[in-house]
């Protein structure tokens, strides 16, 4: 095994773009991604649990890793002439890793990517309707609820408003990398121009520039659904529970099981819900100075994350 340090992170934030990057630079012949995206070691590198509540996927939470040894293992397959990177969209959320990827390798570079922080948060509460991890039907309840949550000790992906409050954020990667070693995407750079985001991300890491080879842009996305669950805790079961193994598999073939079970999911579909003009405004509203302060600190007009 290669000890070396990682040489760039992708640091969120959620919902903006980071797993597109991260799927074009495991194709580029010059880097090295682990294929576990989002181990957020250096948010619990301390072997401290994250706190979570109930409500993360545990699935996903297997990938969480704490253990150095452990972070070590996911780049044992990188080569010699390799940069090797992750991503952990929770780096940028969580306010002492900067310092603590700062202390692992001072030469680090930083790959930030910032989405409209209302579209964000309604893309968040969608995706995790969609898992079945969001019992609350409605968006503003989840808003509503949200520092409850926090108190509580959920996962930060709940954290809908606090996770869109870029400014303070970024500032803190300012903070401990000098302007060289940082690159700030938008995501709607990312959407409009793929090819040209792509190359500066190329040019940012010294490593050739390959377009003709990049792989499709969207991932991960929300925005195309038409459907989300009904009832979270059917769709959980049905998904990732003891339903479909256990109780459908030993009695059935495992295609008609599957069927019956695929059945039921379309069942307990609803229409996706839309983010109204009227939440929209009052997201703009909590996020206006933060926007306002992100764009002097960044230089970049962000007065369209205002309307």
Request: charge should be positive; glycine fraction near 4%; include cysteine.
């Amino acid at each position: 095994m290669r000890l070396h340090k990682t040489d760039f992170f992708i640091i969120g934030a959620a919902r903006s773009g980071t797993t597109t990057l991260w799927h074009w630079l495991r194709e580029h012949p010059q880097v090295f991604l682990p294929s576990t995206k989002e181990p957020h070691f250096f948010c619990f590198k301390d072997g401290t649990p994250p706190t979570c509540g109930d409500e993360l996927d545990p699935h996903y939470r297997k990938l969480i890793v704490t253990d150095y040894q452990d972070y070590l293992k996911l780049f044992e397959h990188c080569a010699q002439d390799q940069l090797r990177g992750e991503a952990s969209p929770g780096y940028l959320y969580f306010r002492t890793v900067a310092s603590q990827i700062r202390e692992h390798n001072p030469n680090a570079k930083i790959i930030c990517i910032l989405r409209d922080p209302c579209s964000r948060a309604f893309s968040q509460f969608i995706h995790h309707v969609r898992s079945g991890l969001e019992k609350l039907r409605e968006f503003n309840s989840a808003l509503t609820w949200e520092a409850s949550r926090i108190a509580d000790g959920w996962w930060w992906g709940f954290h809908y408003l606090a996770a869109g409050k870029y400014y303070e954020q970024w500032r803190t990667y300012c903070d401990q990398f000098p302007e060289s070693q940082r690159l700030l995407l938008f995501y709607d750079d990312l959407s409009a121009d793929p090819t040209g985001t792509y190359n500066r991300v190329c040019e940012f890491l010294e490593i050739a520039q390959a377009p003709d080879s990049m792989p499709n842009l969207r991932f991960n996305e929300t925005e195309c659904l038409t459907s989300v669950p009904r009832f979270s805790a059917l769709h959980r079961a049905l998904l990732h529970g003891t339903f479909g193994t256990r109780l459908l598999h030993p009695l059935l073939p495992k295609s008609i099981a599957r069927g019956i079970r695929n059945a039921i999911i379309r069942l307990n579909a609803r229409k996706k819900p839309k983010l109204s003009a009227s939440s929209r405004s009052r997201l703009v509203e909590h996020f206006r100075s933060d926007i306002v302060q992100l764009s002097k600190l960044s230089g970049r007009d962000l007065s369209a994350w205002l309307q």
